[in-house]
């Protein structure tokens, strides 16, 4: 229920603050995080590292 929460949170802050520039940011943040957990080999890491 912890991780439900958060989305819960994040959700009321973006509708009562109007702050929806910062969904895509994290958005894209979430979506890095999870390539870079997935994609964990050695023929990827230097693709990763040539994109930062």
Request: charged content about 10%; proline content about 4%; overall charge positive.
């Amino acid at each position: 229920m912890g991780k439900l929460s958060i989305l819960k949170e994040f959700w009321l802050y973006f509708w009562y603050c109007k702050k929806w520039w910062l969904a895509p940011l994290i958005i894209v943040l979430l979506l890095l995080g999870l390539f870079m957990v997935l994609v964990k080999t050695q023929t990827v890491a230097p693709f990763i590292y040539a994109v930062f």
